[in-house]
């Protein structure tokens, strides 16, 4: 019982945090905030992370019933995943990503501003954005099933995986209602999640 309900929270989380980033409440919100809504990407962020924190807090004490030991060689194939997906996260988040845009600082900097942006030139293809369009959401998955010992773990691994693929999805339809066919072709040009291989044709 107690893996549905810890389940439940997680499922709970991941609606929500996809609610407070959909097109069709960040349109509402920007309605109702006006010019402060530039400081609503970093209160999204920042209470994103607050409830994650509480989450995995609460989850913990249940999280004891061991079904995954590492012994050699996969101990070492273990630590080469966890630490290579992790340098992977990192490089895409200060190295191909906008990490002010991502905190939502670069909202906050430009209001009031009046911006022309190009659609073909601002998206990026060098570095890892030029191999795979979300690099970071890969080294995540990659993280996550590289860090599994618990049932708890193998159950919650298992659902946000599930939830970053559906992400995935739900984000990418967003980008190409905001880059247009610049963004389309990107995604003829780039696999999503899995390196070299070929896109399918949008």
């Not at 709970?12 to 609610?19: D, I, N, Q, T």
Request: charged share 15%.
């Amino acid at each position: 019982m107690k893996y549905f309900f810890i389940c439940g929270l997680w499922m709970a989380y991941c609606v929500l945090h996809s609610f407070l980033i959909s097109t069709s409440f960040t349109k509402f919100i920007s309605r109702l905030l006006k010019k402060y809504y530039a400081f609503y990407r970093l209160f999204y962020v920042l209470s994103a992370l607050i409830l994650l924190l509480l989450l995995i807090d609460y989850t913990s004490p249940y999280d004891n019933e061991i079904i995954v030991s590492y012994t050699f060689p996969w101990s070492i194939i273990r630590y080469v995943l966890m630490y290579g997906s992790l340098l992977l996260f990192f490089w895409a988040f200060f190295f191909n990503y906008d990490s002010l845009s991502f905190f939502g600082i670069r909202q906050i900097l430009n209001s009031g501003k009046e911006l022309t942006i190009d659609p073909a030139e601002s998206i990026k293809k060098n570095g890892l954005l030029g191999v795979i369009r979300h690099p970071m959401y890969l080294a995540l998955i990659i993280f996550l099933w590289s860090t599994i010992f618990t049932l708890m773990d193998l159950l919650i691994t298992t659902l946000l995986t599930i939830y970053v693929i559906i992400g995935t999805i739900l984000e990418e339809k967003k980008l190409i209602l905001e880059f247009g066919d610049a963004y389309k072709k990107y995604q003829q040009e780039v696999p999503m999640l899995v390196p070299f291989i070929k896109p399918k044709a949008v």
